[in-house]
């Protein structure tokens, strides 16, 4: 028919359902919507950006990879009171400006926002601040499951819902039946006992981000330095003790061998002094090795991972040994030989970095290491569908190209 677009005959079509996105954070990302960023920009076009923001109040910018642009002091100081937010949420920049207008309300922020260990032991605290900054509306909410759902996802979990002000939102929206919020433990002990029953389960930290260096890896990154752990295992043997009384699932962030390992012995440990806790997922675990993954399969923890990840093969070449390059998001291992399944105790995600079911298949289905390869069916399986009778979305699968394409 005329006016209709033809596929190219090498590329196959997949109709799917909306996808349900185990790792996300909805709160934050629909609270930082229309904040600018200077993803993709070179230092001298982030810099105009930058210097366009408006000088009577603090901004908020996304985006920065600090990989590929740094900024100096004297950078800093020629710009209007601003955050600039490291594309994984674990690291940011102050303008002088932004410090003086956070200092009476963020103190501690201001002082010490530039020190790993704090910044890492109080993310929690550090993205409830991005999302008061932001706050978090229904219009917002709205604008953000729209988008959401032009890439391919139906539904997406809350992570780390930013307060009670944040999940009171998404509890009176449409979505607020099926959006599954985690909390940080200090901030629900906060909570009123209506949103303390809302709240889905705790998440922890036991180490920090790749971008920042601050993951727990197995071997030293290329510049040095392991990352960092953020618990002693006697201290968080106490905190999932604690966390056991209130009968709640917990998540726990471990991107490094070392946190990956530490998460396990605890879990090991907890189930010898017979204490536990209704579910237990491990979220990222990109460099768990089979004997890991085996005794967390025993364990019956859940892992929940992100396929787009796949690509930090490629884009954290800078900063991992050869080893982690090669081993990363290691899914043929633990479908294979350690017995997980995708969509029972192997979930997918994406942490928003990106969401979208393109960026999920194109790393899954033509990824950089043969281990990471995923099929079309282990992906949707490990997603699932948002909900039954949702809207469908279409990808093209270029296999000679080796590109993945979507639309609705």
Known sequence: ??????????????????????????????????????????????????????????????????????????????LPPVVVVNSSLHGMLLSPGARDQLRGTAPEFVEKHADLRWRESNIATVLALYGRLSSLTPVKLRAYMERLAALGVGLAEDMLILDEQALTVIQDSPWGCDLRCWADPGAFQAFS???????????????????????????PYLQGGEGILLYSDE???????????????????????????????VLEMLGRDGLRLPSIRLEHVQFIDEAQA?????????????????????????????????????????????????????????????????????????PLQEGQRLSSEELSQGYGPAAPGERTFRL??????RLVDLRI
């Open 294 to 366: 085996r005794r967390a399969k025993e364990l019956g923890v859940t892992l929940c991972m992100q396929p787009n990840f796949s690509v930090e093969s490629r884009d954290y070449a800078d900063r991992l040994p050869a080893s982690h390059l090669r081993y990363l998001n290691p899914f043929r291992m633990l479908i294979d030989r350690a017995g997980f399944r995708p969509g029972r105790d192997l979930l997918f995600g994406s942490d928003g970095m990106p969401h979208g079911a393109q960026v999920a298949w194109q790393w899954g289905l033509f």
């Open 396 to 401: 093209f699968v270029d296999e000679e190209r």
């Open 193 to 219: 006992p209506r949103s303390q029953q809302a709240v889905a389960g705790f998440k922890l930290f036991l180490d920090g981000a790749l971008a920042m260096r601050t993951a727990a890896l197995s071997e």
């Open 235 to 265: 201290a968080l043997r106490e905190r999932l003790a604690g966390l056991s009384r209130l009968d709640k699932p917990v998540a726990i962030h471990a991107i490094g061998g070392r946190a990956i390992g530490q998460a396990v012995a």
């Open 1 to 78: 028919m005329a006016g209709m677009s033809r596929c190219p005959v090498d590329t196959s079509v997949l109709e799917l359902p909306l996808l349900r996105d185990h790792h996300s954070h909805i709160s934050l990302y629909a609270a930082l919507e229309g904040c600018p960023s200077i993803s993709g920009l070179a230092k001298d076009e982030a810099m105009r950006l930058l210097r366009s923001l408006p000088q009577d109040r603090l901004s908020i910018v996304l985006g920065w990879y600090s990989a590929r642009v740094g900024f100096t002091p004297e950078d800093l100081a020629s």
